[in-house]
């Protein structure tokens, strides 16, 4: 596909609002065949063409760059690129990577076609939600700047480095380190949210080492962790 189009149907799909999931969800193909095309490594076929003019209410003329269009993203196919702003962190390497870091949450692509999304809903792996205890903030008993102080190490660490990616992990550690604080306040090993702590480790040594699989098997870990706590928290309670 011409690269031009290619860009086109990346900036239609932004002024829509709409992630490539969601996109794809929309056509009923996958979200790796609308990586592919933004990518200009392959091109909508002539109905999922016809779709996308219905979607963005334009022309087939339109769709297709017959007219001058403004591109997003650096012209250059083999730069990264970076987006820091009030609308959040928002990073693509030219491997195909992504990760966006906004008050939605987080979501990244991987190019072999994994995805995560970390957001107020829960946790999602490839589209699979992943069980997380939800906390009431309001209770918190500590006063310690964890989140901001994460944050502030992350844009520090990334912007000197140029590594956004995957050193965006270290954001989960959020979440889990409120619910340790909840936990510890209530005194109770259960309500901790260790499946997250899973989800760190799981993407740590999928990302650095490979191990998608078998390292899936983690999450064997959980029914076995929430057992001894809810063992040991009914104990004390008694």
Not at 116 to 122: A, L, R
Not at 162 to 187: C, G, Q, Y
Not at 216 to 235: E, G, N, Q, T
Request: aromatic share 12%; charged share 25%.
């Amino acid at each position: 596909m011409n690269i031009e189009i290619a860009n086109k149907l990346l900036q239609l799909r932004k002024e829509k609002g709409l992630s490539q999931e969601q996109l794809a969800q929309k056509l009923g193909i996958s979200r790796q065949a609308v990586s592919k095309w933004e990518r200009a490594e392959a091109s909508p076929d002539t109905d999922n063409l016809i779709e996308l003019a219905k979607l963005y209410d334009i022309s087939l003329d339109e769709l297709l760059l017959h007219e001058p269009t403004k591109k997003i993203i650096d012209d250059k196919e083999d730069k990264d690129y970076v987006h820091v702003g009030f609308d959040g962190i928002h990073v693509k390497e030219k491997e195909g990577d992504e990760v966006h870091v906004s008050w939605d949450g987080i979501h990244a692509n991987e190019n072999d076609g994994h995805i995560v999304d970390v957001s107020k809903e829960g946790i999602f792996i490839d589209g699979e939600k992943k069980d997380l205890i939800h906390h009431n903030l309001e209770n918190k008993k500590y006063s310690f700047p964890f989140s901001a102080v994460i944050f502030s190490l992350f844009l520090i660490y990334a912007v000197i480095t140029n590594e956004w990616d995957p050193i965006w992990i270290v954001l989960l550690s959020i979440p889990t380190f409120d619910s340790l604080m909840s936990a510890i306040h209530k005194r109770k090993f259960s309500k901790f949210a260790y499946p997250l702590l899973c989800t760190i480790m799981y993407l740590w040594i999928g990302i650095y080492n490979g191990y998608w699989h078998p390292g899936w098997v983690i999450y064997l870990s959980v029914p076995c962790y929430y057992s001894v706590a809810h063992y040991l928290d009914h104990r004390k309670t008694s």
